[in-house]
């Protein structure tokens, strides 16, 4: 297994694979991604957001882990990943309150902390946070066509063995300064699939950047 150094490795592990289970057997699978939140100076809270439609419905739920170890030069991915099944899966999820926006997020801690009590293990992640959503005149300062990275797990495509995400490159289709059509959004030129709704681009280039979920 790598040891994640450059960006784009590191980006590796910000998000991993959700298989959404129904009641009638039926599995919706899609990214979730981890992202943590600034409280103050000494705290921050962690929590993995994916799309509402990838949990609608969803009786159970399983998210793929990567597994950590510890060794000399600190914690690093084991190579191996952990399948947790979790139950009455979409209500552990809290909404984005308006209904045009596409994301919800659930509490990391309590699931690290079962993990490690229940199994002895513990989850490697590497969070995203508030310092990537660019500020307008940050945005200002970009060219009209930037390149976009997107890093998710496209119509089911995965690397059952590493559980890494699928990377696939875009492009912006509008200036990210400007407010497409008046919303807080952007449009991008890429072949994106509906269960790759990673929003690695989206947090770069302002597509959440007016729509912070209150989550205190």
């Known amino acids: 297994m790598i040891t994640p150094k450059s960006a784009s490795e590191q980006l590796l592990f910000s998000s991993v694979r959700i298989e959404a289970i129904g009641s009638n057997g039926s599995q ?22 994916t799309n509402k439609h990838v949990i609608a419905g969803a009786q159970s739920g399983r998210i793929c882990f990567h597994e950590a170890e510890h060794a000399e030069e600190g914690i690093k991915p ?9 139950n009455d899966f979409e209500t552990r999820w809290l909404l984005h309150p308006a209904e045009e926006i596409d994301l919800c997020a659930m509490f ?7 993990v490690k009590s229940s199994l002895g293990k513990e989850i490697y992640t590497m969070a995203l946070d508030e310092t990537l959503i660019q500020s307008d005149t940050q945005l200002e300062n970009l060219s009209a066509v930037e390149d976009i990275l997107m890093f998710g797990y496209p119509i089911g495509l995965w690397d059952s063995v590493n559980n890494p995400p699928i990377i696939r490159r875009g492009i ?11 919303k807080s959004i952007t449009v991008i030129d890429g072949l994106v699939f509906r ?9 770069l280039m302002k597509v ?8 205190l």
Do not use: C, W
């Open 28 to 49: 919706s699978v899609g990214t979730e991604f981890f992202f943590s939140y600034r409280i103050d100076d000494q705290r921050n809270l962690p929590v993995i957001i």
């Open 78 to 86: 084991s190579g191996k990943y952990l399948r947790i099944l979790l």
């Open 108 to 114: 990391i801690n309590p699931i690290t902390s079962e």
């Open 172 to 182: 912006t289709a509008s200036h990210p300064a400007l407010d497409f059509e008046g």
């Open 195 to 203: 269960d790759l709704q990673d929003l690695r681009s989206s947090l």
């Open 208 to 215: 959440v950047t007016a729509q912070k979920m209150d989550l």
